[in-house]
């Protein structure tokens, strides 16, 4: 049966741009608790709902006075002002200053009516129920304005914020016990192969224990994203397809992984046909994941990746995280890039562009011991980055400047 | 009353070395699913306890067959063998190859009995029910043996080492359905202080919104670890004492905010006296957050911070996060130092060592827009590290080289 793809064997850029041509990002927002909100992308630009401070305060220990009453104060013509009530933080006074009189104000006390400045306690001598003063005090002095920090009105926090620590203990400053996010994208992992067992069961003859699954939904967890684990299939196309119709309604995406090269046991194209998915390209030119296929159904993405586990995962970086930006918002998980020095050699030629697993630091990259292999994972755990070697490239050396992806 | 502190007004460094003295790591070991592992702290060395892959097996395409039976073959002499079998990944084969038989086998396939070579598919000429070789192959050519990735019995991750996607990949392809970590550090946070109102509130006159209990909440969860709000208290002492003595047991880490300076609403020094805690130090040279407190109650810390917001991040930061990286064993959030280079002026002289918020980035600092105000967040929001400005600084200038803490 011959298929239609719309591009193969494309290269990296290529597949990304049809990816992102592809998909438009979640607009559902949710109403979530300040306390669930961590790492959630703001929906909405956040403007000031109360003044910060909420009232007029004082911002240090002393006394609340008029201002007017200490004109004539002097060291020569100290001034008695009439102590009759004190403010701490959090207890503001229901009395109303008159001439002459003061109120005992701690940190953070809320400035009585009538009182225009604060004098400091060391400033004054205080005298049975009265406060003698000897100092001219300017209006406003020591005095700090509600809204002084932040006015209400304000815009505090744009739409597309990723919000963190200091962003929730901003927001709760303001008194919101709620916000409003972007829904995050729910992504499927489906991994084919009869080959695999899952960790959880006794190993068959024959048989090998499932890496993809855990990889790449531990990997979707580090990144925020949820995760929901379609039970393997096996290699048979018509429960493969089925699985895939009873859950694509649940997710935002799907990847599977296995089952994409040439052989007969490389279901995944018969699944496409079963599920009357629509194929956007096959084969991407780079090594390791060469097979790496995309689909859309149910205007959905599905990104079906090879079996190999680095294979898999460093697909996953290099296609899947630019997808994942873009239906979640969320900016910070887009593929990062930079220029790198080696450490060691790399003494393989590459006919194909190539990423081969690093560990970067500081500008620096080095390889890691043992295995490059498309299909250990151990020598990864190590690494934290790739080294993206162009097609046609003779071998690294010490002290070449190199491309790197960083993980 | 006098209160007896070991150390009073003491250096940063001191006061963390303090610290590190007073409380020992987690040892409690949980035994845990792999799904659930992330982040987590291996508690043992994990040596493989099967091989990878678990079997010889084909690297490729072809047919399995004897070595030996190839001795002669060539283009003019080829060789026919009768194919007895065919072999998927995931699917052996039951039968012991003879002289001159094959078995079809696909890649990641297991060598079937008898055979110890395979050649590949696109070398053959397959007529009928048998296939024609035309090459001499060595034993074991084309042949991946068991083992091969990782030998059973070898170390793949080390005691303390911090589960990553990599890991757990490697865990689950070792059959793990579990894996054995220490506890992770459960941490109290007590916000006091009449003046506090939640923010799930109305708020009321003189009152402001808690903003601490968020921000450490979310400070500490982005961090990795477990949070229990205890509810505030106020400034009664009793209940506040009450309170720790009730928690205290399910904690291995208690944090407060507020009441820790000089004033009479500075409660925590009472507080604990009430529990019968053993003070370690009280008062840190630096700004923001000198009130710093360390006691240690039924052999537990209890760090008391400064009530405003930007103190009590800055000394969670300096203070609690070396002890959290004690406490569980995790190196990855000790506070990091770097050397970078000032992209603005800062005209203030420090008369205390002083820590100032900045956005740093590739080995340079510029500070935010907004105040610097220990009880101003706002401006926090940008910034990703502290600047470490030493006592008697007379003003930091552009292109000055500077010490700065990484959040």
């Known amino acids: 049966m011959e298929r239609v793809y719309k591009l193969y064997n494309i290269e990296l850029e290529e597949a990304i741009g049809l990816i992102l041509n592809s998909i438009e990002a979640i607009e559902d927002v949710e109403v979530i608790d300040l306390q669930d909100a961590l790492g959630r992308i703001l929906a909405e630009d956040f403007y000031a709902p109360v003044d910060n401070p909420p009232f007029d305060r004082s911002p240090l220990d002393g006394f609340a006075l008029r201002s007017v009453d200490t004109a004539n104060a002097s060291e020569d013509k100290p001034v008695k002002f009439k102590v009759i009530d004190r403010v701490y933080a959090g207890s503001p006074s229901s009395k109303s200053l008159g001439s002459f009189e003061a109120i005992r104000i701690m940190t953070g006390g809320k400035i009585p009516a009538g009182a225009d400045c604060v004098i400091r306690l060391e400033d004054c001598e205080v005298v049975g129920d009265g406060v003698i003063i000897k100092n001219k005090l ?26 963190n620590a200091i962003h929730l203990g901003v927001l709760g400053s303001m008194g919101q016990a709620r916000v409003k996010a972007f829904r995050k994208p729910r992504v499927g992992i489906l991994v084919t192969g009869d080959e695999i067992i899952d960790y959880t069961e006794p190993l068959l003859d024959g048989k090998i224990y499932d890496t993809n699954g855990i990889l790449l939904a531990s990997r979707l967890r580090e990144l925020g994203f949820e995760v929901i684990k379609i039970d393997g299939q096996g290699d048979c196309p018509k429960a493969v397809a089925q699985a895939i119709k009873e859950n694509m309604d649940a997710l935002d995406l799907l990847i599977t992984t296995g089952g994409v090269s040439v052989g007969d046991k490389d279901i995944l194209h018969e699944v496409i046909d079963l599920i009357g998915g629509k194929r956007l390209f096959w084969r991407v030119r780079l090594k390791p994941g060469t097979p790496a296929m995309y689909t859309i159904f149910k205007d959905k993405p599905i990104l079906s990746l090879s079996g190999n586990p680095f294979a898999a995962l460093a697909t996953f970086e290099l296609l899947c995280r630019p997808l994942l930006a873009k239906l979640s918002k969320d900016t910070t998980i887009k593929t990062k890039r930079v220029k790198a020095i080696m450490l060691d050699d790399f003494n393989k030629k590459s006919k194909n562009r190539r990423f081969i697993r690093c560990i970067y630091k500081d500008g620096r990259v080095g390889l890691p011991k043992g295995g490059h292999s498309s299909g250990m994972l151990l020598s990864m755990k190590d690494c934290n980055a790739l080294i993206d070697i162009e097609a046609g490239n003779m071998g690294l050396k010490k002290n070449d400047i190199v491309d790197v992806v960083i993980l």
Do not use: M, P, S, V
Request: charged share 30%.
């Open 138 to 163: 300017e209006a406003f002095q020591n005095y700090c304005f509600q809204g002084e920090d932040i006015k209400r009105g304000n815009l505090l926090l744009e739409k597309g914020t990723k919000l």
